[in-house]
């Protein structure tokens, strides 16, 4: 049986937040029906943690600054088998996750990301994809995994995502989860998403300066030796 043919898995959606009123609404209307989705607030001082309650979301309250305090903080809260993960900017439709979380579920992958595919102007800055590009070859020549994007969409199971042992709490989580995962045996893939330009600025990629931040944490995660349970990096990269 196909995993089209069999009913669509459950999952919990972390959805990072920080300062999102206005994209709230797009992002939450889009999560999968029976989902839940928790939105983690990193400070937010738009109201983004009262819209979100409003519209149905379980919210979770951070005060570590940081990309990845608020991706972590999102997953010690799920409780579904297959946990999401999302930004939470309108750039990608939390609605794309479903399928994904079929070929997870399915067995197809471990590890299933999200491959950016820009729509129409502003949508990956120059810097921003120059960034990707190079962390990407790095990452080949660490793992061997031949990925082309790093992005934030992503699915896998919430026990063996626990079993990593994540510890990075700024921009170098998404890529720890990969490297400690091709570390681990995990199977690996990707699979082609729209990205639309995102509702606001970007706090990691929207300056040159952010990016090199960016950059720097996750250079820190590639040169883990494999095997390695590194101290935590704690509070927010700039």
């Known amino acids: 049986m196909t995993p089209s043919a069999c009913r669509p898995p459950l999952a919990d959606l972390v959805l990072p937040c920080l300062d999102e009123a206005e994209a709230l609404p797009w992002v939450l209307g889009r999560v999968p029906a029976g989902w839940r989705a928790i939105v983690v607030d990193n400070g937010s001082t738009?109201?983004?943690?009262?819209?979100?309650?409003?519209?149905?979301?379980?919210?979770?309250?951070?005060?570590?600054?940081?990309?990845?305090a608020a991706c972590h903080a999102g997953l010690l809260a799920a409780r579904a088998e297959l946990v999401c993960f999302c930004d939470c900017d309108a750039s990608m439709d939390p609605g794309l996750l479903a399928p994904m979380a079929e070929r997870v579920a399915a067995g197809e992958a471990d590890l299933l990301l999200g491959r950016r595919r820009p729509q129409g102007r502003g949508a990956w800055p120059a810097h921003a994809r120059a960034g990707n590009i190079a962390l990407a070859r790095m990452l080949r020549r660490r793992t061997g995994l031949r990925l082309h994007d790093l992005g934030p969409m992503r699915v896998a199971r919430r026990e063996a995502l626990l079993g990593l042992d994540l510890n990075d709490r700024r921009s170098g989580y998404p890529l720890q989860m990969v490297v400690r995962a091709a570390d681990a045996g995990w199977k690996v893939a990707e699979t082609d998403v729209p990205y639309l330009p995102r509702s606001g600025k970007s706090k990691v990629t929207g300056t040159w300066r952010g990016t090199w931040h960016a950059v720097?944490?996750?250079?820190?995660?590639?040169?883990?030796?494999?095997?390695?349970?590194?101290?935590?990096?704690?509070?927010?990269?700039?």
């Open 216 to 238: 720097r944490d996750m250079r820190r995660v590639l040169a883990e030796p494999p095997g390695a349970r590194t101290a935590p990096t704690e509070g927010i990269s700039a």
């Open 46 to 68: 738009d109201g983004s943690a009262d819209i979100a309650r409003s519209l149905g979301a379980t919210v979770v309250r951070e005060t570590r600054r940081g990309f990845g």
